[in-house]
């Protein structure tokens, strides 16, 4: 937060009183004030809370936030106001040239004399009955993040050029703040799942059945990635294949009657080449291996690895489309690392 600090501290009302008047200034410094503490708390909140008060304060009447993963996979909104979500979605999902030109990271002001530059921009403008709009990128550590999309007027006129001012002058400062709370989510994700794991760990100064422990292990990480379908596969070493030794949101019959070979699947591939494996779209993907009336959409595995050697994979599935981002796939590999050192002593108390 020392850039936030450092912006507000070089403000010049002075400068500001030339360019917009006193009442404006209070607005944006209480907007200022009411949204920093959100954005120490909770990511979603944050960027709803400045879609919300860019539309009020530059009295836009539609608002959404684009909302891009590490590796630019995921470029679905967050939020829309003023214009339906699933429609806007599924605009953006069919429209690949958006995702590429939000990639240049530059700020585009759309208006009817210049859309025709921009045939992406004229057939959303147009399907969802568009006049004007403004699309910001938000930055983090010199890559975009995120888009904050505002658009149209309450009052069905044309952003003017007090409108803009005023838009220069707040957009700095929610950057910043945005910056700041997907900082603190990442970091308070990590420091939850390193919270269960210590749980899980001292379950085992308990005595508690393996597969009791093995079972617990599954639901966390259920609850952690809130995904609807997880697993521990143990590698069969007599038949080179992974068995699955605890799942949970997987049919019984599924459980006992599979078993993937060493190398296939998403699994498979996670073991063998002892690496994380992230798919966000199972459907498009022909390793992949599921239930035949299987709902699920996006999948990740991540090896169990004891002494350089797989004894084991995490394997995660989701009924959504890109579930998955590489933050969590960071978190996976953790959260394996840690796993693969209770299944070792859960193993051992087994035997």
């Known amino acids: 937060m020392k850039n936030f600090f450092k912006e507000l501290f070089n403000l010049n009302i002075k400068d500001l009183e030339e360019r917009i008047n006193t009442r404006e200034i209070v607005a944006i410094l209480e907007e200022i004030n009411s949204l920093l503490p959100k954005s120490f708390e909770n990511f979603l909140d944050t960027t709803w809370g400045i879609a919300t008060s860019v539309m009020h304060l530059i009295r836009a009447g539609k608002a959404a936030i684009y909302h891009f993963d590490d590796k630019k996979e995921l470029f679905l909104p967050l939020y829309t106001f003023g214009i339906d979500k699933n429609e806007f979605t599924h605009f953006t999902e069919r429209n690949a040239g958006i995702k590429k030109l939000f990639q240049k990271n530059k700020r585009f002001l759309i208006s009817p004399e210049n859309i025709k530059d921009y045939p992406v921009f004229n057939k959303l403008f147009s399907d969802f009955n568009i006049f004007s709009g403004i699309f910001e990128p938000i930055m983090l550590q010199n890559d975009v993040i995120a ?31 945005l910056q700041n709370a997907l900082m603190h989510q990442k970091e308070k994700k990590r420091l939850k799942e390193l919270e269960d794991l210590r749980r899980i760990d001292r379950l085992l100064l308990l005595n508690l059945e393996p597969k009791r422990v093995i079972d617990l292990i599954v639901k966390k990480l259920i609850e952690i990635f809130n995904a609807e379908s997880a697993a521990i596969l143990l590698v069969n070493e007599k038949e080179d294949s992974l068995d699955i030794f605890s799942a949970h949101g997987t049919s019984e019959q599924f459980v006992k009657a599979t078993k993937i070979p060493f190398g296939s699947g ?57 579930k998955f981002s590489r933050d969590d796939e960071v978190l996976l590999q953790d959260f394996a690392l840690n796993a693969a050192i209770i299944l070792k002593s859960v193993l051992k108390l087994k035997e």
């Open 147 to 177: 888009y904050l999309f505002v658009a149209d007027r309450f009052d069905g006129q044309d952003f003017d050029e007090h409108d803009l001012r005023l838009y220069e002058i707040m957009i700095p400062f929610y950057k910043l703040i």
């Open 266 to 322: 998403v699994t498979g591939l996670a073991a063998k080449e002892k690496r994380v494996i992230r798919i966000n779209n199972v459907r498009d993907d022909k390793r992949y291996i599921s239930e035949a009336d299987s709902k699920m959409n996006s999948e990740m595995a991540a090896p169990l690895i004891i002494d350089a050697k797989v004894i084991g994979v995490l394997n995660l599935e989701s009924v959504e489309k890109y």
